[in-house]
């Protein structure tokens, strides 16, 4: 058999290989997520020039102008350095830790809502750290039942086990 031969069959084998791997047709170079459908919209690739930080921080800005600046709405400097403090302290989600799970804290949620009350705002023994997930979804909906009168103040607590929702 020549080396000709031989590279023949060696090819039709890994092409015979990638087509049983890869029915759609993919060929063996398929990854998983190369051939998915792309997202239209999920990511522009950066102006000449920009950087991620100057794209972040317009995104911010557009964010502020939809809801008023973090200051305007009472969030000031005082409040970004509370919030870093505490979550230095609490670390992860009372929510995932009282069930079990390890999910980093990103939130300072205030347990009972403030409602403009600056003591309450500030009384770091209404605070408790959640994930985003946590705080836009559990608490969220807890909330709502509460000042609908609902929901009992214990249950804005979110550091209880709740087997319903953590299987
Ligand atoms: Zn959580």
Redesign the pocket.
């Known amino acids: 058999m020549t080396l000709r031969q031989k590279l023949d069959i060696e090819w039709e084998h890994r092409e015979r290989t990638a087509n049983t791997l890869a029915p759609d047709g993919a060929g063996v170079f398929a990854f998983e997520g190369f051939n998915m459908p792309s997202m239209p919209g999920r990511w522009r690739p950066p102006h000449q020039g920009e950087t991620a930080e100057v794209a972040q921080r317009e995104r911010h800005q557009r964010h502020d102008r939809r809801r008023g600046s973090a200051a305007s709405r009472g969030y000031g400097s005082r409040w970004q350095k509370a919030r870093a403090t505490f979550l230095l302290r609490h670390p992860l989600?009372v929510?995932?830790l009282a069930n079990g799970?390890v999910?980093p804290a990103t939130v300072v949620d205030h347990i009972v809502p403030h409602q403009g009350d600056q003591s309450l705002f500030w009384d770091s023994g209404n605070w408790q750290a959640?994930?985003q997930?946590?705080h836009d979804s559990i608490k969220a909906r807890v909330e709502d039942a509460f000042l609908k009168g609902n929901a009992s103040r214990q249950e804005l607590r979110l550091d209880r086990e709740m087997p319903e929702l953590f299987f």
């Open positions: 989600c929510c995932h799970r999910e959640l994930c997930s946590c």
